[in-house]
Nanobody
Framework: QVQLVESGGGLVQPGGSLRLSCAASGFTFSSYSMKWYRQAPGKEREYVARISSGGGSTNYADSVKGRFTISRDNAERTVFLQMNSLLPDDTAVYYC??????????WGQGTQVTVSS
C-alpha cells in the first residue's frame, strides 16, 4: 500500500532553515509528481510546492517562492523541502502529497514546523 512518511520538522528561530523529507513506498515513485502542503492552526490546508516526476519542473506558492526549494531523489524514493529564511507565518504541519494514483490522492501523517524565537 502507499505510504508517505515525513520527517525533519522541529522548532527553529525566525530566519533559520529546515529540511523536510518524505519517504515514499508502495508505488512507482519516479512516475509521479509530488507536492507539499501545510496547515496552520485554525486555517485550511494550503499548497506549498510541486515537483514533476523527473524533477525537472517545479512550482511554488507565492508565499514561499524564493525561500523554499522542492527536490527529489528517485533512487531513494524521497522528496525534500528545503526551507530557508523561515518566518513565524511558516509555522504549520507540513504534509507530503501524492496527488493522483489511479484516481486517489494520498497524504502522509505530517511533520510539525514551528518558527519562533
Amino acid at each position: 500500500q502507499v505510504q508517505l512518511v515525513e520527517s525533519g520538522g522541529g522548532l527553529v528561530q525566525p530566519g533559520g532553515s529546515l529540511r523536510l523529507s518524505c519517504a515514499a513506498s508502495g508505488f512507482t515513485f519516479s512516475s509521479y509528481s509530488m507536492k507539499w502542503y501545510r496547515q496552520a492552526p485554525g486555517k485550511e490546508r494550503e499548497y506549498v510546492a510541486r515537483i514533476s516526476s523527473g524533477g525537472g519542473s517545479t512550482n511554488y506558492a507565492d508565499s514561499v517562492k524564493g525561500r523554499f526549494t522542492i527536490s527529489r531523489d528517485n533512487a531513494e524514493r524521497t522528496v525534500f523541502l528545503q526551507m530557508n529564511s523561515l518566518l513565524p507565518d511558516d509555522t504549520a504541519v507540513y504534509y507530503c502529497n501524492l496527488p493522483n494514483l489511479d484516481g486517489y490522492g494520498y497524504w502522509g501523517q505530517g511533520t510539525q514546523v514551528t518558527v519562533s524565537s
